[in-house]
Structures are given as structure tokens and as C-alpha cells.
């Protein structure tokens, strides 16, 4: 199994009284699987996800990635796991302004010691997402859907084994929507696990897995 979790909870205090935004969440993901998650605003999703990726520390549970405890890893390790075992699209835009394009999709590549530049990979990546003709511009020149579909290519570039994106293609027209579903497809298909939350229905047939996530209790759907 490429990701195990058990029991996951957390807890956040707001005013006096304490809620659970995730709550004993369970689910096993194997390599290829493509998993959605829905939900209402404000039901848990990103926080699961943050917890996922090693952002947030789980307040109880657990989460392995290929048998490795993420909440256990000191800030070095977690950093040297998002770098080289996940690539994360994050729900707000985080693109670094003063870096073109084309080296904000390189950014994870120069984290450590790799081989060459990873501009070639890059730039292969920039086509995938459609938007090759961009690479030499700058983030403020960028569309809200163009920015996305550059975090999309950085979050590829290590070739992770587990995609871990909140809301991809919310801010796309729905042919490019379209495009991104099948590029997580393949990578799917090609072992990649692929973790989506998503407000688009459309979206879902594109995995072969979902999931709803209602007030922080995650459920799946049955295969239909
Ligand atoms: N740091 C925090 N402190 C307190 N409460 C928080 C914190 N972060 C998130 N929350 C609350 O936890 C709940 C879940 O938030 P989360 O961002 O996971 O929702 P979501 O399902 O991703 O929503 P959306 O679809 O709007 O992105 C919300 O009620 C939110 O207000
Ligand atoms: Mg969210």
C-alpha cells in the first residue's frame, strides 16, 4: 500500500470550544490509484491533504507513505519528503513572483542534488500543461488558470510517487480542465498515486476511486 491512514484526526479550538475538522479519517491508496474527494467549503479537505503532505501535524492517527510515518519526520526529513515523494498543487496560487516560469517549475528540482538542470523536464512539462509559449514570462503576466497549470508542472517535476492536489483545475475553462484530467490519468496509469479534492463533478470519471467528506468524516463511494 503506497499510503496508509488510519484514525486521522485534528483538532482546532475556535473560541472556547474545540472541533474536529478531520475526523477519524481512514483510507489505503495503492500505487495508480486516482482518488477524488468532494465535499462542502469548510468540511476538511485541505486540512486532510496538508496533513498528508506533512504540513500540519495530526492532533491523532496515522499516515504512512510507502511504510514511512509522516508525522514523525523531523522539519528536514519532511522537507526531503515533500521534495522527492510527493509533488503537491496547493489550493491558493503560491508561484514565486520575481522567477520565470520556467524556474518556478524547476524550483523542487534544484531543492537537492540532482542530476542537470532540470530544464528540459521542465519545459516537457510546460507542453503537457499547455503552456510551453509561457516559459520565459513572469507570474504577474500569467492568467489565474495559467499560474495553476505552472504549479501543476512543478508539482511533476520530481516525478512523485503520490500527487497530492486541492483543487486543480478550479480556476480552468473546461477543455483545459479536460487535458489535466487525462495528464493525471496517465500518471496514474503509469503508478503515480493521484490524491484530488474537487468541486467538479465532471472531473471524478476521470479516477477510479471517490470520496465525500462531510463535516470531517471521510466516506467512500461505492465503485458504481
Ligand atoms: N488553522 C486553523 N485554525 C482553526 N480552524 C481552522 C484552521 N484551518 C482550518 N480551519 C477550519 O477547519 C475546517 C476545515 O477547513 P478546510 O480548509 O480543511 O476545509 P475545505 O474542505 O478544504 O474547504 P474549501 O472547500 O472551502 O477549501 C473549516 O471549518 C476551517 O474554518
Ligand atoms: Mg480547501
Given at each position: ?5 488510519k ?7 475556535r473560541?472556547?470550544?474545540s ?9 489505503s ?8 474527494i ?6 476538511g479537505k ?17 499516515i ?5 510515518s509522516?508525522?514523525?519526520l523531523?522539519d528536514?526529513?519532511?522537507?526531503r519528503?515533500?521534495?522527492s515523494?510527493?509533488g503537491y498543487?496547493?489550493q491558493?496560487?503560491s508561484?514565486?513572483?520575481?522567477l520565470?516560469v ?11 542534488k ?10 516537457s ?13 513572469y507570474p ?6 495559467e499560474?495553476?497549470r505552472?504549479?501543476i508542472?512543478?508539482a511533476?517535476i520530481n516525478d ?5 492536489a ?5 480556476d ?5 480542465t ?10 496514474s496509469q503509469?503508478?503515480t498515486a493521484?490524491?484530488m479534492?474537487?468541486?467538479e463533478?465532471d ?6 476511486r471517490?470520496?465525500v ?11 458504481t
Open positions: 500500500m503506497l499510503l496508509e491512514i484514525d486521522l484526526t485534528k483538532e482546532y479550538i473560541g472556547a470550544a472541533f474536529r475538522a478531520v475526523d477519524q479519517v481512514s483510507l491508496v495503492s500505487q495508480g490509484d486516482f482518488v477524488s468532494i465535499g462542502r467549503s469548510g468540511s485541505s486540512t486532510l491533504l496538508n496533513m498528508v503532505a506533512g504540513l500540519i501535524t495530526p492532533t491523532a492517527g496515522s504512512a507513505v510507502d511504510g514511512q509522516i508525522p514523525s523531523s528536514k526529513e519532511a522537507s519528503y515533500r521534495n515523494k510527493i498543487v496547493p491558493g496560487h508561484v514565486l513572483s520575481n520565470t520556467l524556474d518556478n517549475v524547476r524550483v523542487p528540482f534544484c531543492f537537492f540532482r542530476k542537470g538542470d532540470g530544464s528540459l523536464r521542465a519545459l512539462l510546460l507542453e503537457q500543461v499547455g503552456i510551453p509559449h509561457l516559459a520565459q514570462a504577474k503576466q500569467l492568467s489565474g488558470g499560474l495553476r505552472v504549479s508542472a512543478r511533476l512523485p510517487v503520490l500527487l497530492i486541492d483543487e486543480p483545475t478550479g480552468l475553462d473546461m477543455h483545459t479536460a487535458d489535466i484530467m487525462k495528464l493525471f490519468r496517465d500518471i503509469k503508478g493521484v490524491l479534492v474537487t468541486h463533478l472531473t471524478i470519471s476521470f479516477g477510479n471517490t470520496c467528506m462531510n463535516s470531517g468524516v471521510l466516506t467512500e463511494r461505492p465503485a
